[in-house]
């Protein structure tokens, strides 16, 4: 079993919330939004140190952010 980011879970969060992707980029300690949009669409992987402070800002738990996927 392969577990993988929910993008479009991490997506919705942050919309919901009304939080731009610059506000996302310093939340998250980014150096700009760039780095979190590439995030955001799976371009680049989130880091591991970055999932905890990542489901705290948009206050879900840890586990939601992961799907099980089929893909190794």
Known sequence: MVYAFDLS??????????????????????ENKSMYYKREIGATQFKATEIPLL??????SVEKIFIRTLRK
């Open 55 to 60: 489901a705290t800002v948009l206050d879900v």
């Open 9 to 30: 879970l991490i997506r919705n969060k942050r919309i919901n919330k009304g939080y731009s992707m610059e506000k996302m980029s310093q939340l998250l300690g980014l």
